[in-house]
């Protein structure tokens, strides 16, 4: 049953052939079959649900499921219609199945953190906890419910504790919303066990998912532990698995995966753990330790910021991060978040506080990374989002700076993507970086240069650009509000920081 589309489109035919028997002759069934399919009309062509999904649904169920999609982000359709203990592919490296752990491992409380989550999500986030962890181990599920809206999940009382054992399953509500670091906290104060995982409701785990996490944290106590993802797409809800990487994040304080140290790779083994900056947001700790800590900034708002914070504090408070790759979890990739669609303000809002807690004489990097104006001149400054030259005389707020024709560097006008307009960034020796400053090793800063063409600027990797000895330093004048030229950098004016500050002001 990996592939629910599969799966779905075989029952619904089933149904539509049962309806069938009763009324057609059996040479007949087939050609009709045929029809009624090519009569169904598509309601929703633009709804990502239906890009690749529910050809087979009738009118009134496409209604259903877009009006499901829409309040979820998720297929919960679908979810409804699936088995609460399905089979998910075991996707863990094969030498995690012949693992032996110890059997007198530390206990463990599940927290789920949900908010406005399609009941029948829940319902299988525990099922497969229940079925997948061993009973012994499994000390209570917590469900936080962050002030649920709908009626589904508010409503969701503890009737699922009729299964297998009374009071496993426990209940708290927040009467407000209080967001994922409240509810993280809420969580871990109700919890019970020695180790608590802290999960969101639209999982479902893997077999033997928390034995390597608990003897990981048996071993070592200040460790704080994340599992490895795999992607539960919203459409059909089947599985792709993610490769096994490290935590990092960026100076928005956004986390994004990237390698792991070279340690882990001469290891030659998979199932080692490895260390990580940071988690993604699901994490596994021993209660008390997280305690000593200090647990999660309680002062973080809704979203964003809150695991890096976390990943900063438990690295300089004596611990240490590390992703467990033979635990997995399957968790749901929402199109969208419904009860959130501008995440931006809260990210840059946690990420400001991130930066003042934490960060010392760096915090101005999370500023730049902002788009913020510096109190201080500092070696880059943003500077407005957009300019011109000459070739460009159509500016508008909605188009950024992108790279041209692949291949090739020639700077276009292309409709911004992501949260915001494009950043760019003039630096005090000439400079112009063109998006995000950034630091990792696969996304390098980018620099508009003179490639000595005679024609058009260029738009390159700033380390190529320094190789090749291109023109890379320019000379810049703010125009008007929305539009600044550049021409080359002439070595005899360099800019004032105080005019740096009045083009900020201009912003
Ligand atoms: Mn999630």
Known sequence: MDNANTMWSFLSAVGLMNKLEKSAPAAERKEEVKDKRKMVRKLYPNSDLFKKWGDDLSEEEQKEAEQLFQRYGYNAFLSDRLPLNREIPDT?????????????????????????????????????????????????????????????????????????????????RHSEQLGL??????????????????????????????????????????????????????DDLTLSPYNTASHGFDW?????????RPEWYALNDETQPGKSPSVMGILVADCKFFGEIGSLDGGMKIYGGENVELGIRVWLCGGSIEVVPCSKIAHIERAVKPYLPDLSVTMKRNALRVAEVWLDEYKYNVNIAWNLPLEVRREAAPVYLCFCWQMINDLKPELCVDQGPMPGNTPILYGCHFYSTQHCFYRSDGQLYIG??????????????????????????????????????????????SCCEASKFDETHLLESTKYHEIIADY
């Open 181 to 234: 670091t409240q509810a993280r906290l809420s969580g871990w104060k109700a919890a019970e066990g020695e180790v608590i995982a802290i999960l969101d409701a639209h999982i479902e785990v893997h077999v033997q998912w928390a034995e390597p996490l608990l003897a990981r944290i048996k071993e070592d106590r200040t460790v704080i532990l994340t599992p490895v993802f795999d992607k539960v797409k919203y």
């Open 92 to 172: 863990r490296p094969p030498r995690c199945a012949v693992k032996n752990y110890l059997k007198d491992l530390p206990t463990i409380s599940v927290v789920l953190i949900y908010l406005d989550e399609a009941l029948s999500i829940i319902k299988r986030a525990i099922r497969s906890i229940v079925d997948k962890t061993p009973a012994r181990l499994l000390q209570e599920i917590i469900l936080v419910d962050d002030h649920s809206s709908n009626g589904e999940s508010a409503c969701f009382q503890n009737n699922f504790q009729t299964v297998d054992r009374p009071g496993l399953v426990k209940k708290v």
């Open 436 to 481: 995000g400053i950034k630091s990792h090793k696969y996304n390098s800063n980018r620099c508009l240069v003179d490639p000595f063409s005679g024609l058009y600027p260029g738009l390159y990797n700033c380390k190529i650009a320094k190789q090749k000895d291109f023109n890379m330093l320019w000379d810049f004048k703010q125009v008007n509000i």
């Open 252 to 260: 928005a304080m956004w986390c994004m995966y990237e390698s792991f």
